[in-house]
């Protein structure tokens, strides 16, 4: 049974209403994410529990974060976390159906760790189906939100399993996306990559920046890579 709730060095995570709980997948996501310098506005697609909005506000001091979902009961939950953080004054959990949001300004960097089991069978859970299911967001829909709502200099990252790439990145291409930096994570060493870290722009980049990113050097032994990465949020 998963924790109710997971305490990092600076706020904490309650989960006991949402469908995904704290995972490896978000917390990368919310440590690897870039946003141009001086960014004022941030958006986090999905929010879910609220914990890559959290993990952007301590990043980004300066900007002001937006988190929107459609599942209700993770609206409550992501707005609970974030007035018992220190960010409750530049976080903002809403309601929001990406593909209709139109927010009044456009964002400097935009995060999605979005559904991702795009042809497998959905869960009989709603709740779940819809945090884990590509059903009520497509790649194409998220691909096409974020170009619309991301300024021409801004970010958009996202986190997806290693299989899911071609696809994502397909749509991306055809919305006019360029790939600027890519994170290929392994769990161990000798295993193949699981997942990816990738971070799209607007305009084409002189140089691609790849990395390889590995979570454990041994059984329950997080890599220098992993304790580097995550050194200010987890507590151990």
Request: some cysteine; charged content about 25%; hydrophobic content about 35%.
């Amino acid at each position: 049974m998963s924790n109710k709730y997971f305490e990092f060095k600076k706020f904490t995570i309650h989960q006991d209403r949402c469908a995904m709980k704290v995972g490896t997948d978000g917390t990368l996501l919310g440590a690897w994410a870039s946003a141009p310098a001086q960014s004022r506005y941030i958006l986090d697609i999905g929010t879910g529990t609220g914990l890559i909005a959290l993990m952007m506000a301590q990043r980004y001091p300066e900007a002001q974060i937006v988190g929107i979902d459609i599942d209700d009961a993770a609206v409550a939950q992501a707005t609970e976390n974030v007035a018992t953080s220190p960010f409750t004054e530049r976080i903002s959990i809403l309601k929001q159906d990406v593909t209709t949001y139109k927010p009044e300004m456009q964002f400097d960097a935009i995060v999605s760790n979005p559904p991702y089991f795009v042809d497998s069978l959905t869960c009989p859970d709603e709740q779940r189906s819809i945090a884990r299911h590509a059903v009520t967001l497509t790649f194409e829909a998220l691909i096409k939100s974020a170009y619309r709502l991301l300024k021409t200099e801004g970010t958009f990252s996202v986190v997806i399993p290693t299989e899911m790439r071609s696809k994502l990145e397909a749509y991306a291409r055809l919305e006019g996306f360029f790939i600027s930096k890519v994170c290929c994570i392994k769990t161990t060493p000798k295993k193949p990559s699981k997942r990816q870290l990738i971070e799209f722009t607007k305009n084409p980049v002189n140089e691609l920046f790849t990395c390889e990113g590995i979570l454990e050097t041994s059984p329950n032994t997080r890599s220098d890579w992993y304790k580097e990465l995550t050194n200010d949020f987890y507590i151990r």
